[in-house]
């Protein structure tokens, strides 16, 4: 068996299992790495997803500012294909580079170790002026079609973007075995009546395309990419009462998770940060003349350190007296042990980051001293009555 054969019927028996196929354009090793882990089922290498690991917009993958298939061929040769080994990656191949010729670079495609070939950048997306200058000179979607067509011929997996029924007939015919309704740049922010038209006009097109590339390749995978739909409900509303059978997206598992979870993240950590380092030391080094002196100095480190291992061992060494007695005049203050009122900071600590920041749950786990999100899980439950999970839908 070819590895496109296994490729297509890998993908086959998800789809009989699942329903349905999720592609994701990755532009890390780091985001292969973790969307494999999460399930995704392919990989497209775009040079638009390189550009956005490094927060520059994707459109500056239809600029001039790099070589496209230089891009893609440097990057994804060396962090994609040595870091996701199960998993297919699909070359995002510029098929108008008039500096290549387009069967010796599809060999070279292939040679390298990817499964198959995306056409992206495509000529697709840009209409108005520009784009007709572009078809007066020669640089049409046909060089694409000519690229798939090349591709499927030398057994390689072919994943179209179309933007049109003509377009999606044309790439049925060169044997795509992917035909992806490409519905424009990944829109965000609209919400209500406008978002609802924006993803029922994308529903009628996309279902007008299919029908005309149907009937060319009735077994054709169908999937969709972009527009209105980037969030999960989006994507259910498209597949019901259609035969799609996927979704492919680039900024929706990349740009917009990373930029929320950073900044997020980035301002919880910077919200706590009520403690001066400086005044702690400045403690140690006068020593303690009080029982309160020792227990205030355990709560403020608790206060600054909860997201750390914090042990009664490692604070009594610190302030160079026993466990024993550290731990006895913690008690003997706050009327509960020092576990006890760690666990119970980190549970409320936990509860304002899950009621103020719209972070996910093992992120909140990690941000309060809780590496096993079971084990936060469990302790949370314990002490509040309800499951994380629970406890954020009703905040």
């Not at 350190?305 to 042990?311: A, H, R």
């Not at 509960?336 to 093992?362: C, G, M, V, W």
């Amino acid at each position: 068996m070819s590895k496109k054969e296994a490729t297509l019927t890998k993908l086959h028996q998800q789809i009989r299992t699942n329903k349905q196929l999720i592609g994701v354009a990755a532009g890390s090793g780091l985001t292969a790495k973790n969307v494999e882990k999460g399930g995704a089922d392919f990989l497209l290498a775009l040079s638009s997803g390189r550009f956005r690991q490094m927060g520059v917009s994707s459109l500056a993958g239809f600029m001039a500012y790099a070589n496209s298939n230089d891009v893609v061929m440097h990057f994804a040769s060396t962090e994609l294909l040595p870091i996701a080994r199960d998993i297919p990656i699909f070359f995002g191949l510029c098929a108008t580079d008039p500096t290549i010729h387009l069967e010796d670079y599809i060999e070279r495609i292939k040679q390298t170790g990817f499964s198959g070939v995306n056409n992206f950048p495509s000529v697709g997306h840009i209409d108005g002026v520009f784009g007709e200058a572009l078809e007066e000179r020669g640089i049409t979607f046909d060089k694409e079609v000519e690229a798939i067509r090349i591709a499927s011929e030398k057994e390689l997996f072919t994943v179209a973007f179309v933007f049109n029924e003509t377009q999606a007939v044309d790439m049925a015919r060169a044997g795509a075995d992917v035909i992806c309704v490409h519905l424009g740049l990944t829109e965000g922010g609209a919400l209500g009546s406008k978002k609802i038209l924006s993803l029922q006009s994308a529903k009628q097109k996309t279902v007008r395309i299919f029908e005309s590339c149907t009937r060319v390749n009735p077994n054709v995978i169908q999937m969709i990419y972009g527009g209105p739909v980037n969030k999960p409900i989006d994507v259910q509303f498209m597949y019901d009462g259609t035969d799609i059978t996927g979704y492919i997206g680039g900024s929706v598992f990349e740009r917009i998770p990373t930029e929320e979870t950073f900044t997020m993240i980035t301002e919880s950590f910077k919200q706590t940060s009520d403690f001066q380092y400086e005044e702690l030391i400045q403690k140690i080094m006068n020593g303690m003349g009080s029982r309160a002196e020792y227990v205030s100095f355990v709560k403020t480190y608790i206060r600054s350190y909860y997201m750390y291992d914090i042990t009664m061992q490692e604070l009594a060494q610190m302030l160079n007296v026993t466990r024993p007695h550290l731990s006895s005049l913690f008690k003997q203050e706050m009327g509960l042990p020092f576990k006890q009122y760690l666990i119970e900071f980190r549970i409320s600590r936990a509860k304002e980051i899950i009621q103020t920041d719209n972070l996910p749950l093992h992120a909140v786990a990690e941000m309060t001293g809780y590496q096993d999100y079971f084990h936060f899980s469990k302790i949370f439950k314990k002490y509040t009555g309800m499951s994380p999970a629970q406890f954020q839908h009703l905040t």
